[in-house]
């Protein structure tokens, strides 16, 4: 039976939620985490770094969401400051320097709505993130293993193929946010029938090239390498210029699409 978007959501923010680092921890070989984007700091709610992936040297993004009070305090829910796309930023121009493919996996609520963020620039910083991520000369992958919301989540997500957990939402603005809007419009409606954010809404309109099943949860990791191995092996032979063509095409394709629903 098909679930409804409160009951992703409910699964989503759960503790027992799988995270980034799980899978890193299990699917990454040394992995070498780096700290610091060299202007103002670090941004634990980033795990950047550099491993093996099936003895294959790739570059990593975690964003770590927390599983308990104390974990989310530490790393502001999930919600990335300005330090953490700078950091991002910085092992992503590394990873085209040394021709290592990108992988991202995401769980996060949005960017960071500080004042510290806002005044060091974070809507700069997310723009060079997505700026660098569309035009990267090696293969970039994103797998939403929650939620991503704004240009927070497509700071990471301006990639050559996105992959998604069946239960994961990616979306301008989080369900919260869109409800609130409706319910100022006298709407009650559930807020996914008015925004594509579900990962079945967002295959069929072309932006996710796979939906991993969680079920059964023992073998999520198995499948989760499954897919990962087989999105980097379809861009294994395109050029620099061919995945910057990709990644073009495929987001303008949602142009059109928005194009034909008006």
């Known amino acids: 039976m098909a679930k409804t978007l409160e009951e992703k959501i409910k699964l989503i923010r759960s503790p027992k939620r799988l995270t980034a680092q799980q899978v890193i921890s299990q699917l990454v070989t040394n992995f070498f985490e780096v700290h610091g984007d060299r202007q103002l700091g670090d941004d634990p709610a ?44 910085r092992v992503v121009e590394a990873a085209e320097k040394f021709n290592r493919p990108v992988i991202s996996l995401l ?3 949005g960017a960071d709505a500080s004042v510290f963020s806002e005044e060091h620039g974070q809507s700069e910083a997310i723009a060079d993130l997505i700026l660098k991520m569309g035009q990267l000369t090696v293969p970039n992958v994103t797998l939403f293993l929650g939620e991503g919301h704004s240009g927070g989540a497509l700071a990471f997500s301006n990639v050559n193929q996105i ?9 301008v603005a989080s369900p919260e946010a869109v409800q609130a809007i409706l319910k100022n419009r006298n709407q009650t409606q559930d807020a996914s029938k008015f925004m594509p954010m579900t990962a079945q809404q967002l295959e ?47 987001f303008e394709k949602l142009i059109e699409f928005n194009k034909n629903e008006q």
């Open 204 to 250: 069929k309109i072309g932006l996710v090239d796979n939906i991993i099943l969680e079920t059964p949860a023992n073998a999520l990791i198995e499948r989760i390498d499954v897919a990962l191995s087989k999105a980097l092996g379809q861009l294994r032979d395109l050029d620099a210029a061919q995945l910057k063509k990709q990644r073009l095409t495929k």
């Open 107 to 109: 769980n996060m609520p």
């Open 163 to 171: 992959l998604m957990l069946e239960n994961a939402l990616f979306s």
């Open 46 to 89: 980033v795990s950047a770094g550099i491993g093996l992936f099936h003895a294959r040297p790739v570059t990593v993004l975690g964003i770590n969401r927390g599983t308990n009070i104390q974990q989310r305090r530490e790393v502001n829910g999930g919600a990335v400051r300005v330090t953490g796309y700078r950091k991002a930023l």
